[in-house]
């Protein structure tokens, strides 16, 4: 599934093989919730902010437009017009943070709607069926997502309970995958390792799921509180026992600082709402460090966002005109700042690929991560 073509102390230059295309790994995921990027960007737009892979929701598309729909219009593929890989997210995460009434049973977990209060089932087979309707390229397991910190005896009886779920997600999806109207029949399941803040319980779960010789894994429960180092600290403990030979992927996270720090600690693959979400506020991710656009100094600025960016949105238009739409409450003032963040990620990680094909990524590494995160 991954071809590492190149490394660098931990960090990996790989090929993604799906049956929708190939990823090439370091690679940023651009999440499309609810089937779209919030800020008016389409599928069609993606392909040119360098996207390779676009995430959408489980728990969102259940809820509105419901995922038998979806299925009903050829799913998600045909459905958003993106022909690119697509990754949803189990809807465990939604379901533990979203959700106000919650009760977490060994079947799965039963819970009110945030949109309108009615009652909801999820478990491990549910989310596969809604993941297999929507005919996504990667589904990911049902877990539970426990708040940091919490008690140590409480997440080790969630891990266990994690991987009983894992163990439920794989036997369903394979019953799916055998059926004759699936949309899919080639749809990949991700294990999730879990633990809290906790690196026994990390490592111990990591160990537990490899076992299981899934398509690829992914590191969750992070980036919800804890401490930056911290959440270094558990990627550097998690990651010798992650099987070298398939993706890793760290969910929800994060900064441009983020990204570079996971890819040195052995990561493959990122998602994160900030760079669309903080766009749509005047937050904008730049070479030279984050850039507030809503401040007075760019009222008249002609320059672009990034004068070393070479995204369309850099291209064509001043800091004052997107300034100035962005204080008019003007769509398309988001929708640009939008672009330029999601090309800023995408392009992020092809130049450390190209950085990984050099054997310059240390070097890059040393530079850049003092940079990317500081206010300009």
């Not at 959408?56 to 022909?83: A, S």
């Not at 959700?99 to 009615?118: C, M, P, Q, T």
């Not at 029949?185 to 803040?197: A, D, K, S």
């Not at 950085?355 to 500081?374: A, H, M, P, S, W």
């Amino acid at each position: 599934m991954l071809k590492i073509i190149k490394t660098e102390g931990n960090a990996r230059r790989g090929e993604f093989v799906t049956p929708h295309g190939t990823v090439q790994t370091p690679a940023f995921m651009n999440v499309a919730t609810c089937g779209a990027i919030k800020g008016a960007v389409s599928a069609l737009d993606l392909k040119q902010i360098k996207c390779q892979v676009q995430l959408c929701n489980t728990y969102h598309l259940h809820l509105r437009p419901g995922d038998e729909k979806v299925k009903q219009m050829g799913g998600l593929h045909k459905f958003t017009r993106w022909d690119g890989p697509i990754l949803t997210d189990s809807g465990g995460f939604q379901v533990f943070s979203l959700a106000k009434l919650r009760n977490i049973k060994e079947e799965g977990v039963y819970f009110n709607s945030h949109i309108d209060g009615r009652k909801i089932f999820m478990g491990p087979e549910e989310s596969m069926r809604i993941q297999s309707n929507l005919g996504s390229t990667i589904a990911m397991a049902f877990d539970e997502c426990v708040e940091n910190p919490s008690p140590y005896d409480y997440t080790k009886k969630s891990v266990e309970r994690t991987t009983r779920w894992l163990k439920r997600c794989i036997a369903e999806m394979n019953r799916l995958n055998s059926l004759e109207d699936t949309i899919n029949r080639e749809q990949m399941l991700f294990g999730i390792n879990q633990g809290g803040i906790y690196n026994d319980l990390r490592i111990n779960h990591m160990k537990e799921i490899a076992d299981l010789d899934l398509p690829g894994y992914s590191i969750g429960g992070l980036a919800v509180g804890e401490p930056t180092e911290k959440m270094y600290e558990i990627i550097e403990a998690v990651e010798p026992y992650a099987p070298k030979d398939k993706p890793r992927y760290l969910m929800g996270v994060g900064t441009p600082v983020n990204i570079l720090e996971g890819i040195a600690r052995g990561i493959d693959i990122f998602d994160c709402v900030m760079p669309s979400r903080n766009a749509r506020h005047g937050q904008l991710f730049t070479w030279e460090g984050v850039r507030n656009i809503n401040n007075a100094k760019y009222e008249v600025d002609e320059r672009p966002i990034d004068e070393h960016c070479d995204c369309p949105v850099c291209q064509n238009f001043s800091r004052a005109y997107i300034r100035h739409l962005l204080k008019s409450g003007e769509m398309l003032g988001m929708r640009l700042a939008v672009l330029h963040n999601l090309y800023f990620y995408n392009n992020l990680t092809a130049v450390i690929r190209e950085q990984l094909d050099n054997g310059t990524f240390t070097e890059y590494y040393n530079k850049y991560r003092n940079i990317l995160g500081v206010r300009i």
